[in-house]
């Protein structure tokens, strides 16, 4: 893996003498001084005084130019200088029209090959030239809607999203990723960048206030670049370093005792610690959250601290970051396949443990728990995102039924909420937000083991008729930034009906006419419209392999009409809801589409695809198959 090429410690200078005999430590790039090294050290932390050497690869270019360029008009202010000019955000356009509008790679052919796969007409238009996103502070006052106002589906027929994802020619997870970070708003991380830095203070402030030890000069990239990184972590030993070292040695332990089942060499201590080092963890975190959080938001961003979780958690948002946020070649893609492949065995063995351990059925007791569990979910996705038969094969038949089998043996698919007061106070509001963990992780769990069902053919895991638990909150809940501004969206959501369980939502999906009206129908959200879907087609699945006969194919077709009048009336007053853009949400019509057809072939006669037997698979090759004959007749 490549390394992020800059550090959160640059070089400590200016050492100047205070009257009364006060040691002074001058920051190096504007006018602060602190009276004590350790302040220095948190104040120089700070990723608005971090020089970036590295240009992230998706959607931080432009982040990480306005986080400089504001510390360079406060600096300019204060010593009456010119505010410097904005420059030009990004590189002159190389890809053509669809391949710069997907994020994807272009091989710069006229047609590309991309081009050709799809089917689409390649051009190469003049690159308008981008203008400057908003500032952090500017996006966390007034967020702005994604510009794209129509959902996928309809720009490019009825299957435009499914017929890039299951393709083997296009890069499926980057794309789906590359997209939300095009279209999400910066996020205010001033909050998480503040528990960075109490995280990152020395355990032992008396060394660094004594001066035990310099730092070395702060080079930017390139072997100079981690022994930095080694001797600030060796001489100012942090909470987060010394949490990364104890996740590299329990790394390095669980690869030896995989050697014997592996081709791979055992992890090297020093190959790790490049990797896990201080330095790349603020822009780590940065990237889990901007882009990949939206499509598995089961961490809860605005009170998230990495120098307050589990081990396991911090592995997975750390590696999650890392795979979205560098450019790989192949051998330093192979070396960090090994790497996660590792992380997945010390995550699942975490997991393993869970069920044989009592725990009180409080979601503030199970935080340890609820964080092995949300850890895994994420492995599990970025697993699934390499494109690996194999890979895939371990996550669909071992480590997805792990764990499918712990949270049902923890009863969180029964789990009910509290009702939510009139106000909240602060340790309200977390003891809901450790209610609605436990929610989302029965959800999301859900909707992994629905994407088996619909992509692989797998048996589903869950049944729809267990899911007796509440749905999650909407995304503008769950994203609050405070208990007050909780209460204030809660407030004005107290007239919605609640939503019914997602067995009871399904059952009255199978049962209610089309002309009836559906009285819980504005309650729901774009992410629960997905969950219903993929209940749906989980239905559709199992009725077709013959495991629920009493279950007619005319009753999936109603659920599924009945669905498509909820989404049709939810899109209509959400088109400008900026978290309709963000995830896999935004794509579920294509979902009920891909239901739509399978029902119809399926009463039709003569027509036989391999997608529509009960046999499981790995390769995605007969998903593909039918959805490229479906974008030919139903487009």
């Known amino acids: 893996m490549v390394r992020v090429g800059f550090s959160l410690h640059p070089q400590l200078s200016h050492t100047i003498v205070l009257p009364r005999l006060c040691i002074m430590f001058q920051c190096s790039h504007c006018d602060k001084g602190y009276q004590r090294k350790t302040h220095l050290i948190r104040h120089e932390a700070t990723p608005a005084l971090v020089e970036l050497s590295f240009l992230w690869e998706i959607f931080l270019k432009d982040l990480s130019r306005e986080v400089t360029r504001r ?41 590309c090959s991309r081009c050709i796969s799809l089917g689409r007409p390649c051009n190469f238009a003049a690159q308008p030239s981008p203008s400057p996103g908003p500032t952090c502070s500017e996006a966390a006052s007034s967020p702005s ?17 499914l017929r890039h994802f299951a393709s083997p020619s296009v890069q499926k997870d980057r794309l789906a990723i590359g997209e939300t970070g095009k279209h999400s708003t910066p996020r205010n991380l001033a909050t998480l960048y503040s528990h960075i830095e109490d995280a990152l203070i020395p355990s032992n ?12 000069s702060n080079p930017l990239d390139g072997d100079e670049g981690f022994l930095s990184d080694y001797l600030s972590d060796a001489l100012f030993p942090s909470k987060l370093s010394n949490q990364l070292t104890k996740i590299t040695a329990e790394l390095v332990e669980t690869s030896k005792s995989m050697g014997i089942r592996s081709e791979n060499p055992e992890l090297d201590i020093m190959q790790l610690t490049a990797v896990f080092g201080v330095s790349n963890i603020s822009v780590f975190v940065s990237v889990f959250f901007h882009a990949f959080h939206w499509h598995l938001p089961i961490v809860h961003s605005p009170s998230f601290d990495p120098g307050a979780v589990s081990n396991p958690l911090l592995l997975a948002i750390f590696l999650a970051g890392a795979a979205y946020s560098t450019a790989m070649d192949d051998t330093t893609a192979s070396s960090s396949s090994w790497i996660i492949d590792v992380a997945e065995e010390y995550i699942f063995r975490q997991v393993s443990h869970l069920s044989i351990v009592p725990s009180p059925m409080d979601p503030a007791n199970l935080l340890p728990t609820v964080q092995t569990l949300q850890s895994a979910l994420i492995i599990e996705m970025l697993q699934f995102a390499r494109d690996d038969l194999s890979t895939r094969r371990r996550i669909r038949i071992i480590r997805h039924p792990c764990l499918v089998s712990t949270v049902r043996s923890l009863g969180i698919f029964q789990l009910k909420r509290s009702a939510i007061p009139d106000g909240c106070d602060d340790v309200t509001w977390k003891n809901l937000i450790a209610e609605e963990m436990c929610l989302r992780i029965a959800s999301w769990a859900f909707l992994a083991d629905g994407f088996l069902t619909v992509c ?28 007050s501004a909780f209460s204030k969206i809660a407030a004005a959501r107290s007239s919605e009906l609640p939503l019914p369980p997602l067995r009871e939502v399904a059952t009255q999906l199978l049962e209610i006419p089309q002309t009836a009206p559906i009285s819980w129908s504005l309650s729901i959200s774009a992410e629960h419209l997905l969950i219903l879907v993929y209940a749906i087609n989980s239905l559709a699945f199992q009725t077709r392999a013959g495991l629920l006969p009493y279950l007619l194919v005319e009753k999936i077709g109603l659920a599924a009409e009945n669905w498509k009048r909820i989404w049709d009336s939810v899109i209509g007053s959400l088109d400008d809801d900026q978290y309709l853009h963000l995830g896999y949400p935004k794509h579920a019509e294509e979902l009920w589409w891909l239901l739509k057809a399978t029902l119809d072939v399926t009463e039709q006669s003569g027509n036989s695809f391999p997608y529509l037997d009960s046999t499981a698979t790995d390769d995605m090759g007969s998903l593909n198959e039918f959805i490229q004959w479906c974008h030919r007749n139903f487009s």
């Open 71 to 111: 510390h360079a008009k406060a600096c300019a202010k204060k010593h009456d200088q010119p505010i410097p000019e904005a420059g030009k955000a990004g590189r002159k356009r190389q890809s053509c029209d669809s391949c710069f509008e997907a994020k994807a790679a272009c091989d710069k052919k006229l047609p």
């Open 456 to 483: 692989l053919k797998n048996h589903p895991a869950i049944s729809i008729f267990e899911m007796n638990c509440n749905f999650p909150w909407s995304a503008d809940l769950w994203e609050a930034e405070s208990a």
């Open 205 to 216: 402030p008396l060394s660094a206030f004594l001066g035990f030890g310099e730092y070395p």
């Open 145 to 161: 809607p994604p510009t794209t106002s129509q959902p996928s589906a309809r720009r490019d027929g009825p299957f435009s999203f």
